[in-house]
C-alpha cells in the first residue's frame, strides 16, 4: 500500500505478500548475481527474469520509429492510446543499470501506462554502456526529447502536455535530461515521474546498508553499474550524472517520485524529494513501504502483482491531473 510522506521514508516489517512469494521463488533456483555476468550476459538475464505476456495489453497502435544520432541509431517505440489527436504524451527512458534493459523488456509496462494514462507514450532505447559511458545514454535521451518537440505535428503530439519519466537509471536519466532541459532551455516538460531513481554515487545510505542484498536489486549490482556507466571519478560530481549532487534544483517541472522500502535506493529517491519541496517544486512523493526495485515491470504472469497495477495507477493519475 503506498502512502503520501515527507522526508522519512522506510520499510515495512516484511514485503507485501505477493513481493514475498515471488522473492522466495526466485530464492530457490540458483541464479547468478548481476555483477558477476559480462554486459552481455547481464541483458540476456535480465531480458529472461521477466516473461512475456501471452496476449499484448491492447491499444490503438504501436509504431518503431528509429532516429539518427552521430555515431548510431536509437530506437524509439510510440505507443497511441485509444483516443483522438494530438495526445499528450510521456516520454519513458527504461531501467537496467544503464547497461541492460530493452524495448521489448519494458513493453508491458509502456502498453499498461499508454492505456491507464491515455496517452501517447514514446519509449527510447537508448545507447547502453560500457560501450556508450556517460554522457551518450543522456544525450541519447535528449535527442529522443528533441524528437518528440520536432515531430508534434506529423504525430500528432500536444506541446502543451509533455512529461518523461523513467525508472532506475531510466529514472536517472529522466531527471538529468530535466536538468540539462532547464540548462540548454530547448524545452520544459509539464511533469518528470521517476520511479525509484538511481541519483547519487554514493553507497553509504541506510537502505543501502538495510537492502544491500536479497530484495532482486543489490548494492554490489549498483556499483558494478556505476563502474560500467561512469568514465572516471569527476564524472560521479555531475549533477547530469548524480542529480542530488544539483546546486540548484529551482524552476524544475512538478515530480512524482516513487522510492520503495526494500530498495537499495529508496534514501536518495526521498532526499531528491525533499530537495525539490525544498526549492519550490511541487512533489508528490509515493512511497510502498513493502515494495521492491523493479515492481513496474511486474505485470505479466505469474509476476502480475497488485502493487505493481497500484503503481501503474497511481502515476497515472497524477499524468492525467498534470495533461487537463
Not at 540476456?44 to 497502435?61: L, N, S
Not at 547519487?200 to 556505476?226: I, P, Q, R, V
Not at 505479466?300 to 497495477?309: G, K, S, W
Amino acid at each position: 500500500m503506498s502512502e503520501q510522506l515527507g522526508k522519512q521514508v522506510s520499510a515495512a516489517e516484511e514485503p507485501h505478500p505477493e513481493i514475498n512469494g515471488l522473492l522466495q521463488q526466485m530464492g530457490a533456483a540458483p541464479m547468478p548475481p548481476l555483477w558477476s555476468l559480462s554486459p552481455k550476459g547481464g541483458r540476456a538475464f535480465v531480458e529472461g527474469m521477466f516473461p512475456d505476456p501471452e496476449e499484448p495489453e491492447p491499444i490503438a497502435d504501436v509504431m518503431d520509429v528509429p532516429i539518427d544520432v552521430d555515431g548510431g541509431e536509437i530506437p524509439l517505440r510510440v505507443y497511441i492510446p485509444e483516443a483522438e489527436g494530438p495526445f499528450p504524451t510521456l516520454i519513458y527512458l527504461h531501467g537496467g543499470g544503464w547497461a541492460t534493459g530493452s524495448l521489448d523488456g519494458y513493453d508491458p509496462t509502456c502498453r499498461a501506462l499508454t492505456k491507464a494514462a491515455n496517452c501517447m507514450v514514446v519509449s527510447v532505447g537508448y545507447r547502453l554502456s560500457p560501450e556508450h559511458k556517460f554522457p551518450t545514454p543522456l544525450e541519447d535521451c535528449y535527442t529522443a526529447a528533441e524528437w518528440v518537440i520536432e515531430s508534434a505535428e506529423a504525430m500528432q503530439i500536444d506541446t502543451d502536455n509533455i512529461a518523461i519519466a523513467g525508472d532506475s537509471a531510466g529514472g536517472n536519466l529522466a531527471a538529468a535530461v530535466t536538468l540539462l532541459a532547464r540548462e540548454r532551455g530547448d524545452f520544459s516538460f509539464d511533469r518528470q515521474v521517476l520511479i525509484y531513481p538511481v541519483l547519487d554515487h554514493s553507497f553509504d545510505t541506510e537502505s543501502y546498508e538495510e537492502n544491500a542484498e536479497g530484495y532482486l536489486l543489490t548494492k554490489a549490482d549498483m556499483k558494478y553499474f556505476w563502474d560500467l556507466y561512469l568514465r572516471d571519478e569527476i564524472d560521479s560530481k555531475s549533477p547530469y550524472a548524480s542529480p542530488l549532487q544539483a546546486n540548484n534544483l529551482e524552476a524544475l517541472p512538478p515530480a512524482t517520485i516513487v522510492t520503495c522500502g526494500f530498495d537499495p535506493l529508496r534514501d536518495e529517491g526521498a532526499a531528491y524529494a525533499a530537495e525539490l519541496t525544498n526549492a519550490d517544486v511541487d512533489v508528490n512523493h509515493i512511497h510502498y513501504d513493502d515494495g521492491i526495485h523493479g515492481l513496474i515491470q511486474l505485470l505479466v504472469e505469474p509476476m502480475d502483482l497488485t502493487p505493481a497495477r497500484e503503481l501503474i495507477a497511481e502515476i497515472s493519475d497524477d499524468l492525467i491531473t498534470t495533461f487537463d
